[in-house]
């Protein structure tokens, strides 16, 4: 079952503009992790934060965390052409069977130049 | 970093045949691998946990007769679609998990017709 929503569902913007991604989860989680998929390829791994941290960064990117409001936000700042894809968060909860990813339903960027 | 690799990237096949993917780890042992499929525009849905020499924990709602998983090594992890149909079309990815987090192959476009 799908564990997060994300919004938007998709979005357009100017190259050198920042863009926001907002992740929404439903259960406890042990880390949450940020995807990028460009058209009909596999997924990046961009980005993990662990359930204890509340904010990451890694180049251009930030990712908060707030585990009280189960939400993530993923923030590439200066955005290029180059970050036209898809976006997914991901949770991981420990425990029996492997400690799968759960996806949210991602979001589309567009940027232009 | 890691790389796991999915062969082939693309397949097109007539309805009651089947198909076998392979998902390989190159330069780690995986003794979990996971099988998603991704329809267009949507997230991922998780479909079976692959486990090595144990067989696999398929989601609910997917069918295990219908999607076998076979994980005869630390570093292979096939998928077969059998007796296909055109609704099977769709993408195929597999995971394999390292330390933290998880490593995706390209993805197979499965067409049936």
């Known amino acids: 079952s799908q564990q997060g929503e994300e919004d938007p569902q998709a979005l357009s913007i100017q190259e050198g503009e920042n863009a926001t991604m907002n992740c929404s989860y439903k259960t406890s989680i042990n880390n949450l992790q940020w995807y990028r998929q460009n058209s009909g390829r596999g997924l990046v791994h961009l980005i993990l934060i662990r359930s204890n941290e509340r904010e990451k960064h890694s180049g251009r990117l930030r990712v908060t965390l707030d585990t009280s409001k189960k939400s993530s936000s993923l923030l590439i700042t200066a955005s290029r052409a180059a970050d036209t894809a898809s976006y997914f968060c991901?949770?991981?909860?420990w425990g029996g069977g492997g400690n799968k990813l759960t996806f949210g339903t991602g979001t589309q960027l567009k940027v232009e130049l | 970093g890691a790389v796991v690799s999915q062969h082939p990237s693309r397949v097109i096949c007539k309805s009651g045949t089947s198909v076998k993917i392979e998902c390989r780890s190159l330069?780690?042992?995986?003794?979990?691998m996971f099988w998603y499929r991704q329809f267009p525009k949507q997230s991922l849905m998780l479909m079976a946990t692959s486990n090595e020499g144990s067989k696999a924990t398929y989601e609910q709602g997917v069918e295990k007769d219908k999607f076998l998983i076979n994980h005869a090594s630390l570093t292979l992890s096939t998928l077969t679609v059998t007796s296909a149909h055109p609704e099977d079309s769709s993408f195929y990815i597999c995971?394999?998990?390292?330390?933290?987090?998880?490593?995706f192959g390209q993805g197979t476009r499965l067409t049936v017709v």
């Open positions: 995971s394999a998990r390292g330390d933290s987090e998880a490593f």
């Open positions: 330069d780690f042992q995986a003794t979990t």
């Open positions: 991901a949770t991981v909860l």
